[in-house]
């Protein structure tokens, strides 16, 4: 089994629609991270949770909430999803502490017609 | 403004030969820096790393250079595998982790 379980892996969607991406880790890190990467952009953070309790904006959060459900569980979530957000998206955990690598999951292609 | 940048898009190298991937950054912030390596479908993976106290750093045929001055780091592929094309994607981290844009590699058997 995967450490880091992206749902769904592939989705097709209308503008305007409610979208949720779901992550799963077994790996027991505190931290977690959403990215999204388009090209020749590389990797954007758009949250970051450094704990249960924990949420923060990254680099691109517009049009994006987070909802951290467990140590296990962070939720990505378009309320209104938009062509602009056509994108592939990233998963990340980490343990705590410095300079830890990222542990990624294998993304969420996402088309938003 | 990108804060850290991978100006060649690809690469293309012969099996056996060497295999150079550039990057820089701006943020003087930056006392970290990671390679990530990433194939089609599948999340990236960590390949190595190196703190800025070194300029140096050596995992078997993966080699990170660090040039503070230049702000410029370089990953060395020695010798180079056609296992190894995919892409590759450096990182500084600060506060954070900031990603280049990534540079495909593209090795030819």
């Known amino acids: 089994d995967a450490d880091v379980t992206q749902t769904p892996r592939n989705r097709i969607t209308k503008t305007g629609k409610r979208i949720m991406l779901e992550c799963s880790q077994t790996?027991?890190?505190?931290?977690m991270y959403w990215y999204r990467q388009d090209p020749g952009l590389g990797l954007r953070l758009i949250y970051y949770?450094?704990?249960?309790?924990?949420?923060n904006k990254g680099e691109i959060s517009d049009g994006y909430s987070v909802s951290r459900q467990a140590q296990a569980k962070f939720s990505l979530s378009l309320e209104s999803a938009i062509p602009n957000q056509t994108a592939l998206y990233f998963c990340?955990?980490?343990?705590?502490?410095?300079?830890?690598?990222?542990?990624f999951g294998d993304g969420t292609r996402l088309s938003i017609l | 403004d990108q804060q850290v940048k991978q100006n060649s898009p690809s690469l293309s190298v012969q099996e056996g030969r060497i295999s150079i991937l550039n990057c820089d950054y701006t943020n003087s912030m930056f006392d970290y820096f990671l390679w990530y390596k990433k194939y089609p479908a599948e999340g990236p993976t960590f390949l190595i790393s190196i703190s800025s106290i070194k300029d140096k750093n050596e995992d078997g045929r993966f080699t990170v250079f660090l040039n503070k001055s230049a702000k410029h780091l370089s990953l060395h592929i020695v010798p180079s595998q056609p296992g190894d094309s995919a892409v590759y994607f450096c990182?500084?981290?600060?506060?954070?982790?900031?990603f280049g844009g990534g540079t495909r590699l593209m090795v030819k058997p």
């Open positions: 790996k027991g890190h505190d931290r």
């Open positions: 949770s450094f704990d249960v309790k924990d949420i």
């Open positions: 990182g500084g981290a600060g506060n954070m982790l900031t």
């Open positions: 990340a955990t980490s343990p705590s502490g410095a300079r830890q690598p990222q542990h």
